[in-house]
């Protein structure tokens, strides 16, 4: 998947790995980057690389929860309603600056996400399987934006970070797009779908058959709790960041060709896992230190399991 990618998106290789990471594991994950880095063109190449539907939400202020999930719109000429499903009835959907839409909106979103369900009408509908939102949000702008609430947040297994790329691979971009590269028609582009829905389920089954030691359950388990003694944070991390952490861990293992999860993989995860479901003290912001500063500091106090 990661060779097939790299025809499409230069650089950003552990972004899309995380994001693969979150996919196998049956996770959603939130993106966080300026404009510009390519979080709409990764979220389309996942999409043809699984030969799954796509579809692309733009949050605004007046967005509506049926504008979301749809709506039953009545037929004149046969006296009925018909369903007219919204673009979440989809395989990968991607919810463009999703802290622009309000509450009553991004709740439609929270059922989605967690119970691969949209309520129209009273009525229960399920969600494609597989069923993935990648959800992105502007750091720098907050003009007009609804703070996720923490119950939101913790809905995505993981919290990625999306930074400028390097002077060399953002040259890299330009000779591409110099040599008639067109992000807007991949199409034209040779992805080879790699994963097709039956081997999509067979590949999560082979990662939830992966070997956790009791030792590692352990770590996991203190991790947690040294999050929340840790005198730097007002919310250290909950029951289903342990959880979280524990699937994330075994689909990265897995993905690097590992039939157990070592101490290794479960920090490789950990910060993606961790970064939005901790909120700092006032102290610690003022002493300057990040979400990811704050989990270093807690990590390196547990001892880790030989």
Not at 121 to 148: C, I, K, S
Not at 149 to 164: G, H, I, T, W
Not at 187 to 205: C, G, K, Y
Not at 244 to 256: D, E, I, N, P, R
């Amino acid at each position: 998947m990661q060779a097939e990618a790299a025809k499409v998106i230069v650089g950003q290789e552990e972004v899309f790995e995380q994001v693969v990471v979150a996919f196998f594991a049956g996770g959603h994950v939130l993106l966080e980057g300026v404009p510009g880095t390519a979080k709409t063109l990764l979220a389309k190449t996942l999409a043809r690389l699984i030969q799954a539907d796509f579809s692309r939400i733009q949050f605004t202020a007046d967005l509506m929860p049926s504008d979301v999930v749809g709506t039953q719109v009545f037929q004149v000429n046969q006296g009925t309603f018909y369903l007219k499903k919204g673009p979440i009835f989809a395989n990968i959907v991607l919810a463009d600056e999703i802290n622009r839409a309000p509450a009553k909106t991004q709740s439609a979103l929270l059922e989605a996400m967690e119970e691969r369900q949209a309520t129209i009408e009273g009525e229960r509908h399920l969600l494609p399987n597989p069923f993935m939102v990648l959800a992105t949000q502007n750091p720098v702008e907050y003009e007009g934006t609804y703070p996720l609430p923490e119950a939101q947040l913790d809905r995505f297994m993981f919290k990625v970070l999306v930074n400028y790329p390097p002077e060399a691979v953002e040259t890299e971009v330009l000779r591409r797009y110099h040599q008639g590269f067109d992000a807007h028609r991949l199409e034209n582009i040779d992805l080879q779908p790699v994963v097709n829905p039956a081997e999509l389920a067979q590949l999560r089954q082979e990662i939830s058959q992966v070997t956790v030691e009791e030792g590692i359950l352990r770590y996991i388990t203190q991790l947690a709790n040294a999050s929340r003694r840790s005198q730097d944070l007002i919310l250290g991390g909950s029951p289903r960041a342990s959880i979280t952490l524990l699937l994330a861990a075994k689909s990265y293992a897995a993905l690097k060709g590992h039939s157990y999860v070592s101490p290794d993989d479960v920090k490789q995860v950990l910060a993606p896992t961790y970064r939005h479901r901790i909120i700092l003290r006032p102290e610690a912001e003022i002493e300057g230190l990040s979400a990811d500063d704050v989990i270093r500091r807690f990590v390196s106090g547990v001892a880790v399991p030989r």
